[in-house]
């Protein structure tokens, strides 16, 4: 679509956001801000559109995207909602929480966002700007993160350029996304069960207490894409547990340990979640040839970043 063109970069303030929606009216691409990552922005049912998504970020076809809605309503038009998803909603929306519900017959969304599945993925984001973008448009838009299949997610707009320049229309800067880890994602399922897809800022303790009962076991294990083994890659081997850097290794560090980034001195887990990214991109882009990670511990939120490290790290 935009080909070699340079990609524009805009200010989040109302010219840019006019200028954005009507990019994205036209069917073009955008990285946007979210309250999680950049997303990488299109019509949710624009066929041309959700295949332009694929084709800059060189994802695999068989990846579904998540569908962002301004509203309950919007939402309700595209997805069976029973008492246990409007339940969720009222809790978490808007915020960092994507449910997984089936797909309502007709809905206005095109197959290769949903990659053809009989489910669709929903959520109803928080940043003021990402949903001054939605109220805009007034139609709900799939964005998948905003960098190329398999890299590391991106939390500022430089992230997104370092791999989508060129690729995309424009990026609107936001500034730094304020979670820095992607949403979690729970599917309701018809038979009353519910699973964990991909761990995030809600935690499933958060998701349990609200459903009244725990996650069922996953069963296919690959129906969230993201969460193959090998995803959010910095480009160079990474060591996990590292209590100090041996050389030629650049170490990213948390609490006692501390590297040539730091996740957090304190030992606050929801400031080394917003820093997770910023550090693995500062490593990829490092002169170090290896990069080796501080222990973080696996409460509330750390489920979700040891979750990206393991898969950094495959
Ligand atoms: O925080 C986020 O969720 C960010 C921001 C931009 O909103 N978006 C994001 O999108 O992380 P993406 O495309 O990188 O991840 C979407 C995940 C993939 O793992 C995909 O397989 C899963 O959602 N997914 C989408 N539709 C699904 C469906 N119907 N069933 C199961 N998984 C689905
Ligand atoms: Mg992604």
């Known amino acids: 679509m935009t080909g070699k063109n340079a990609t524009e970069r805009l200010s989040a303030d109302a010219q840019g956001i006019a200028r954005v929606a009507a990019i994205l009216a036209q069917d073009g691409l955008v990285a946007v801000p979210t309250e999680t990552v950049y997303g990488l922005a299109a019509l949710a049912d624009s066929a041309e559109a959700g295949a332009e998504i694929y084709r800059a970020k060189g994802r695999p076809d068989f990846n579904p995207l998540i569908v962002h809605v301004a509203e309950l309503e919007q939402a309700e038009a595209l997805a069976q909602f029973d008492d246990r998803a409007r339940k969720l ?3 978490f929306w808007p915020g960092p929480l994507t ?4 797909l309502r017959q007709g809905a ?3 197959p290769a966002v949903t990659a053809g599945l009989p489910t669709i993925a929903l959520r109803m984001p928080a940043h003021p700007v990402m949903r001054s973008v939605l109220r805009e448009l007034g139609k709900p838009l799939a ?3 905003a960098n190329r299949s398999g890299a590391v997610s991106p939390t500022t707009a430089d992230h997104v350029l370092a791999t ?4 995309i229309a424009a990026v609107l800067d936001g500034g730094e996304c304020a979670a820095g880890l992607e949403s979690t994602i729970a599917a309701l399922r018809p038979d009353g069960s519910w699973q964990l897809l991909r761990h995030g800022p809600v935690t499933e303790a958060q998701l349990s207490e609200i459903l009244g009962e725990p996650a069922a ?3 296919q294990s690959v129906e969230a894409p993201g969460q193959l083994a090998q995803h959010y890659s910095p480009g160079k081997p990474v060591r996990l547990d590292a209590v100090a850097a041996v050389e030629g ?3 990213i560090g948390f609490g006692e340990v501390a590297g040539h980034c730091t996740l957090s001195a304190s030992g606050d887990l929801a400031e080394a979640a917003a820093r997770l990214y910023a550090c693995l991109h500062e490593a990829g882009a490092s002169r170090a040839p290896r990069i080796a990670v501080a222990p973080v511990p696996d409460d509330g939120i750390g489920a979700a970043i ?3 490290l393991r898969r950094a790290a495959a």
Do not use: M, Y
């Open 217 to 219: 076991v996953k069963t």
């Open 99 to 102: 449910l997984v519900l089936p």
């Open 143 to 145: 964005a998948p993160s």
């Open 108 to 110: 206005a969304v095109a």
């Open 249 to 251: 290794e650049f170490l």
């Open 89 to 91: 909603a009222v809790h």
């Open 306 to 308: 040891n979750d990206r």
């Open 164 to 167: 989508l320049d060129g690729r």
